[in-house]
């Protein structure tokens, strides 16, 4: 059992194992990770982590950081779970705590979601000095790494450091040190945007509710009308976004990517101000609060609030009348429209009225009637010339393969590598079976693991040769960065034949 430390105030998870890793001196991601969680393919999540479970049980001698308390105090997971649907919520939840395959990012939204994850873990160089009097260490704070969050809430801007949130090393955890800090000084920030930080802080630190999205749909049609921006029953999109731009300036809504269009019908603020089909990110509501309620907005009084509201059925949703109050009249006159035009032919020929009044009044009759005479959608032509498309792509790949064929120091050369290295969306890998010519190619050309790594045998072996150095088993294989644990049967046995050719020439 590893002997974690201690999380300190809102630390993330990802800092807790990383310190972990400095106290324990491991020299190796895999080890801590074997070390950890008894796996070597845990992923290095910042925000959202896996198995919290099983980093739960490494403190049973403190039963108050329970696998629950490491959710909520120190991961992202707070400021996600009340604006997704309970039920995703709740999967999510399961899956962070149990690790689950699935990826809590995208059951949350975080990966699709048009609020991006900063490139770099960022850090507040004037908290930092308080941590170190404190603590005598430095740990990544969980505010810090939250999407859209430029400021420290005491202090002034954040700072890039030099480790990647989304790195090529993905089960690498990195502790925060100076090694990993920039030399810069950090500018200040506007009143909004540190309120903005404190407001953020307070939904991390609230309580957990679940709320429908009936009830977020509820809760902003009453703000429009509460600050009069609506036109009788419509709201005022024009006005809010006026609102908007006045209060947060569109340069900075464009630096978080939330500019808003007025051009374009579906931009977020429009749909965020309609009916709720889908979920938006913590960002994109709380920027609406604060502009709307400024110095007098309680993020945790409002959660509340609209979870109380019992969100109201749709005014349409309502039964049948009466089989004696049915109009036959109105069925005869729609049967007959549909037999003349189809269903949706019906609608576009003077039919819509009716069709209103029976959906309204008699919809149960209406689906069923409409059902038989639903036309079988006719097969989309693709859009795009997978032929063309194919011999496209399979020319890049020859002509990258030409260029790294004699360069032994290369990656592996996997699907992925050839892919990302044409420029390729690897989205495309899912269409190999359309780009017969590509997956040719790659099945011929992709190293499998023993292949690369019997090259980074010979590599090590041609080095060796060149410096005059004796070929030892241990010598190769740590030049080659094999582990005994990592080397394949099939490597291991061309090492072995290496080595005693060698020895016996």
């Known amino acids: 059992m590893a002997c974690l430390p201690i999380p300190y105030r809102d630390e993330l998870v990802f800092s807790v194992i990383a310190r972990y890793g400095v106290y324990s001196l491991s020299l190796s991601s895999k080890l801590l990770l074997e070390d950890v969680f008894r796996s070597k393919t845990v992923v290095a999540s910042v925000a959202l982590p896996n198995h919290l479970q099983q980093i739960a049980a490494h403190y049973q001698h403190n039963p108050q950081l329970t696998a629950e308390r490491l959710l909520r105090k120190h991961t992202l997971y707070p400021l996600y779970s009340p604006f997704v649907h309970p039920d995703i919520a709740k999967r999510a939840k399961s899956n962070m705590l149990f690790g689950c395959e699935s990826s809590a990012e995208l059951q ?22 308080v941590q170190l009097d404190v603590h005598n260490e430095w740990y990544w704070h969980r505010l810090w790494q939250t999407p859209g969050v430029m400021s420290c809430p005491l202090h002034g801007a954040l700072l890039n450091s030099k480790v990647y949130v989304h790195s090529n090393q993905k089960h690498v955890f990195s502790p925060l040190n100076p090694v990993n800090v920039q030399t810069a000084i950090a500018q200040r920030i506007s009143k909004n945007h540190q309120r903005l930080s404190k407001h953020v802080q307070t939904l991390l630190d609230a309580p957990e509710v679940h709320i429908h999205p009936k009830q977020w749909s509820s809760f902003y049609r009453t703000v429009a009308h509460t600050l009069g921006l609506h036109r009788g029953k419509h709201i005022d999109h024009q006005g809010l976004s006026c609102l908007l731009n006045t209060y947060w300036g569109k340069s900075f809504l464009t630096q978080l990517g939330l500019n808003i269009d007025n051009n374009v019908e579906s931009n977020w603020l429009r749909t965020l101000f309609r009916k709720h089909r889908k979920s938006f990110s913590y960002l994109q509501h709380i920027l609406v609060w604060q502009a709307c309620f400024e110095e007098h907005l309680d993020p945790i009084a409002l959660l509340n609030d609209v979870a109380k509201d019992v969100y109201a059925e749709d005014l349409s949703r309502q039964t049948a009348l009466p089989t004696q109050s049915i109009d036959q009249d109105k069925r005869e006159q729609w049967q007959q429209a549909v037999v003349e035009f189809g269903v949706k032919g019906a609608r ?10 029976l959906y309204r009044y008699d919809r149960d009759w209406l689906l069923s009637f409409n059902q038989s005479y639903t036309q079988q959608r006719t097969k989309q032509l693709d859009k795009v010339d997978w032929h063309e498309r194919d011999l496209i792509y399979v020319k890049q790949f020859i002509k990258l393969r030409n260029a790294i064929e004699l360069n032994l120091q290369a990656p592996r050369l996997t699907k992925n590598w050839y892919f990302l290295q044409s420029n390729i969306s690897l989205s495309q890998i899912k269409h190999l079976k359309k780009l017969p010519l590509c997956k040719l190619f790659l099945n011929k050309f992709c190293e499998t693991i023993e292949e690369y790594q019997c090259r980074r045998i010979a590599v090590a072996c041609i080095f060796c040769d060149q410096h005059h150095q004796n070929y030892r088993h241990w010598h190769i294989q740590r030049l080659a960065r094999l582990s005994k644990d990592r080397i394949r049967p099939l490597t291991a046995e061309l090492l072995g034949c290496v080595v005693s050719n060698v020895s016996s020439g």
Do not use: E, H, M
């Open 348 to 357: 576009n020929n003077g039919f819509s009225g009716l069709y209103i009044w």
């Open 108 to 129: 949350l939204g975080k990966a699709a979601s048009i609020v991006k994850s900063p490139l770099f873990l960022k850090y507040c160089p004037q908290c930092l000095a």
